[in-house]
């Protein structure tokens, strides 16, 4: 099948349809990076700016940030913070192999990690003992005990990193 030159969209699809696409890929669902980033303890007036660098790095859509930085918003602390990252991440030449992770962003691992982390510390404060809650919490999410254990100390090196990062 041809794609039209220049677009990359089929002759036989409508630009309505082909622009949902485009902005929406995978399941043509719209799934906001603030509905699922339970790991960003952010104000209100952050969640814009971080929902615009993830459309930068995931859709390469440059837009929503642009349109921010032209506005007269301050930026906080921590906005800067996750801009410098995306500076040194995409303007900086990059080293071979894989890219860096962004840092508003925790691995699928990590974030698993820190829900049962949670868990734990709920069945603990119920009245179980640690092993107790670690094989409870291993029994309901199928992660190894070792892994969880580690991570509920601290001492997961990943996990470290990525707590700070936020």
Not at 23 to 51: C, K, Q, S, Y
Not at 81 to 88: K, M, P, S, T
Request: proline fraction near 7%; aromatic fraction near 8%; include cysteine.
């Amino acid at each position: 099948m041809r794609k039209q030159k220049g677009t990359g969209k089929p002759p036989w699809m409508s630009h309505q349809l082909w622009t949902r696409i485009k902005h929406n890929p995978g399941t043509g669902e719209r799934h906001d990076f603030i509905d699922w980033a339970f790991w960003l303890d952010l104000p209100p007036r952050d969640w814009p700016w971080v929902e615009a660098l993830e459309q930068l790095d995931r859709l390469k859509d440059k837009k929503p940030l642009r349109r921010l930085l032209e506005s007269d918003c301050e930026l906080s602390s921590k906005v800067r913070q996750y801009l410098a990252d995306l500076i040194e991440r995409r303007c900086v030449p990059l080293p071979k192999g894989r890219p860096k992770t962004p840092a508003y962003i925790v691995s699928k691992d990590d974030a698993l990690l820190m829900i049962a982390g949670e868990s734990i510390r709920a069945y603990i404060q119920r009245g179980d003992s640690e092993e107790v809650a670690l094989d409870k919490v291993e029994y309901e999410t199928h992660l190894a005990k070792t892994a969880l254990r580690n991570s509920y100390e601290g001492r997961r090196t990943s996990l470290r990193k990525s707590k700070k990062r936020l």
